[in-house]
């Protein structure tokens, strides 16, 4: 359930950044695949992962934490 929160989230900054999987991916470094596990909710992200996240999105990772 926590996944699929921080999937949701990720995936709506993602998208209002203008960014495909695939660009986003090679951007941070990871597989598209893995990306879309995190993006599904099917893998809970690591800190290193939501760390260049909150960077290449430009947003504070409080405000990429899913709300309680």
Sequence with gaps: ME???WGRRI???RKLKGYTQEEF???IGVSVSLLG???RGSRM???P???????KL???LD???PPE
């Design 63 to 65: 405000e990429l934490s």
């Design 37 to 39: 596990e995190v993006e």
């Design 11 to 13: 995936r709506a900054f």
């Design 3 to 5: 996944a699929e929160k």
């Design 45 to 47: 992200p690591t800190d």
């Design 25 to 27: 991916a090679k951007e």
């Design 58 to 60: 430009n947003v504070a």
């Design 49 to 55: 992962f939501l760390q260049k996240t909150s960077e």
